[in-house]
Structure formats: C-alpha cells, structure tokens
C-alpha cells in the first residue's frame, strides 16, 4: 500500500506513551502505531493533556478540566502548512475528545475517535450510587454523546461497542470495527522455563496462574485473588503460584487482601515490566476476570504467545474467544466458578493443550500488519474539510 508523505496525524490522549510510567493497551497501541505510521513516512505528532499519568485524587475532575482547557489552547495555537493534510486521532470519547471536536470546528481539522470503551459506563462500573454519581454520570454521558455525533470517523474494536454508540444516534457507515493490534513475531519466541523461573524466583514445578495489565477496580483483581485462595486450599498444593504483573492504583488493597488471605507466599505482585513475552512464557494459564473490556491486547497477546485462557463471560471477551474451544469462560461475579475452572485445567494438560493451539491460530488475524493499515487509511480517507 502507497502511503501519503504530506499527511501529518495529531494523536490527542490524556498522556504519551512513555515507558517510564507503565504502558496499559492504549499506550502499547499508540506506540505500536506511532512506529509504524513513521515507517510509513507519515508524521506523528502527540498532543496530549499530561506529559505523565496523574492522581489528584478527588480533585481529578477539576484537574482534568483545567488541563482539557490548557489542550484545547495548544491545539487552537497550533499551524498548519499549507499543502499538508492535518487528521485529529482522539483515544478519550470525554476530556481530551471534547477538546478535540471544539479545535476541528475552529481549525478545519477532520476528528478520527478511536472508541477503545465507553467513558460514562466504565465510570457507571465504578462510582458509588449516590446522587452526586448520578450527575457526574449524566455529563460525562452528555459529553461524550456529542463527542461521537461530531467525529467524523469511529473506530471501534468490537461488535458490543458498535451496537451501543449506533443506539446513541451515530450514523453506522461512519463506523468501523477493528480490534487491537498485537506484534505476533515479538510475541511468538520461546525461552527456556526454567532458567526463567529461576530468574523470576518462582519454582519451575509450579502450576503458574497469572494476569497481564492495570491493577483497576474494573479488572476485578479481588475475584481471581478469592478463587486462587479456594484452588489452593481444595488442592493442599503449596507449589502453585499467582503472579499479578502491572501497577495500578488497586494495588495497595489488592496486597491486603493477600495478606488477609494468608497468600503472600503465593501471590506475587511484579509491578510494571517490559519483559513481557518472557513472562508470559511460565503461565500455564492466563486469566483476565473484568468486568468490562473494549479490545483486551493483553489477551490478544496471552493468545499469540500460546498461553491457557481463562476469561470473564462478557461480550467483548466474548467477540474474541468461543468457551470451549480457545478459552474457558467464567461469570466475573464468582470466585467459586472461577476456581472450578482453573481446577479443571490443572487437572487436565491435554484441554489446556487443545485451547491454546486453536487461540494461537486465532491471534493470527489481530497482527498489526493485517490491523495497522486499515486504520492508515481511514487517516488518508476520511471526510475532510475545504
């Protein structure tokens, strides 16, 4: 595919992807799609809200809000040559996507939002039913509804999404539904379990649990903690491991209920880590138990680097993997159907060996050479200003 030099897109995120503060799936996806845009001859620039992730704790709201503003003078300010072609790619339907629309009104710039999960009910998922909830519920509902009707593009990375943001009034031929990439070839190399367990300081006869990603409520880290606690005292096997690899802000609770559990020895907490696939390698089985999900990439890549899945019964899983024949589904509301589960695959090797072989095969459709230039051309393609 011939890719066109004077094509300049604007990434506009809450952050950059930087290494240096943890990557979560937007970040590895932006950082896979930076470099193969540039390899292209296609200029990236990044506008973002924060040069690093943020906490202000119960002033985030407020915070956000005067930084959205101080984004939105940034992309106003910002000039355009004159016989280059300017594309806004948004990856947030509410601060830094709101920001976005007001500057294409101002700046002639077309807007491609990348729908990666809705803002309102992920924040539905995590807020108290109180009144002020409620409200904060109804804006950011309100926000981003507009933020949809007005892009002029939207990808989204499943089916679930595409129903959801079509009920909302946006007109489907605008739509396209293209999962999270993953870089197969990084993904599929072998390494020597035991010297990597040895490195990991975990026995290499242990039957390995593990999960990939934030350490945030909507993970529903407390259910896979719970089930591990039931697997290991049905089982009496002592060998048996659970490593949690990410950081989030979930993390300090998530240790406590360790420590009430009596897990410590067993649950290990690896924080933020770029040795990824060699991870991945000592999992017997990979579990990812959300809540809610746009387009998992670290399933994706659990997947590709021939891992066991195991996986919360919601749609989005669900558009990814069959129960049964690439994965083992479970109701994220259950530790108990979890560790029946987890039970069942440590119990037999030759199920295990069956799902891993068809999720190998199925992560072969989500490479980013087969997904990185669909998006490319919706960039070159879509509707532009005069």
């Known amino acids: 595919m011939k890719y066109m030099s004077k094509l300049v897109i604007l990434i506009v995120y809450i952050t950059k992807p930087d290494i240096r503060y943890g990557i979560g799936g937007v970040r590895k996806f932006l950082t896979l799609f930076s470099s193969f845009a540039i390899s292209r001859s296609i200029k990236i620039q990044y506008c973002t809200m924060f040069s690093k992730p943020l906490n202000f704790g119960f002033l985030n709201p407020a915070c956000n809000f005067i ?87 939207i990808i989204v990375t499943n089916y679930t999404l595409k129903k959801l943001i079509c009920r909302l009034g946006v007109v489907e031929k605008r739509i396209t539904v293209l999962p999270m990439p993953v870089p197969l070839r990084n993904l599929q190399v072998g390494f020597d379990r035991f010297s990597v367990c040895c490195k990991l300081n975990i026995p290499s006869n242990s039957f390995i649990i593990g999960y990939v990603g934030r350490l945030s409520s909507e993970k529903n880290l407390d259910i896979l903690i719970k089930a591990f606690s039931m697997l290991m005292e049905e089982t009496g096997d002592s060998n048996m491991r659970c490593i949690l690899v990410g ?21 290990v907490f ?95 459709q989500y490479d980013v050479n087969v997904i990185l230039p669909k998006i490319i051309s919706i960039c070159m393609g879509v509707d532009t200003y005069s």
């Open 67 to 153: 930084f959205a503003i101080r984004l939105l003078i940034v992309l106003l300010r910002f000039h355009k040559d004159s016989g280059v072609r300017y594309v806004l790619y948004v990856h947030d339907a509410f601060y830094s996507g709101f920001v976005a629309i007001l500057a294409s009104k101002i700046k002639k710039m077309p807007v491609i939002l990348h729908y990666h999960n809705s803002p309102s009910l992920c924040f539905l998922s995590a807020s108290s039913n109180t009144f002020l909830a409620r409200i904060g519920y109804v804006i950011i509902h309100l926000v981003e509804k507009y933020v949809l009707k007005h892009s002029h593009a």
């Open 270 to 364: 690896m924080g933020f880590r770029l040795d990824i696939p060699l991870i991945l390698n000592v999992l017997d089985v990979f579990v990812l138990p959300s809540k809610t999900e746009g387009s998992p990439l670290a399933l994706i890549e659990a997947m590709a680097a021939g891992k066991c899945i195991v996986a919360s019964n919601i749609p989005a899983i669900r558009e990814i993997v069959e129960n049964g024949k690439d994965a083992l589904l479970f109701n994220p509301s259950s530790p108990e159907q979890l560790k029946k589960v987890l039970l069942t695959l440590r119990n037999n090797p030759l199920l295990r060996r069956m799902l891993i072989e068809n999720a190998r095969r199925k992560a072969e």
């Open 247 to 267: 950081d989030g802000l979930e993390r300090r609770r998530l240790e406590d209920l360790v420590a009430k559990l009596k897990l410590n020895d067993f649950v």
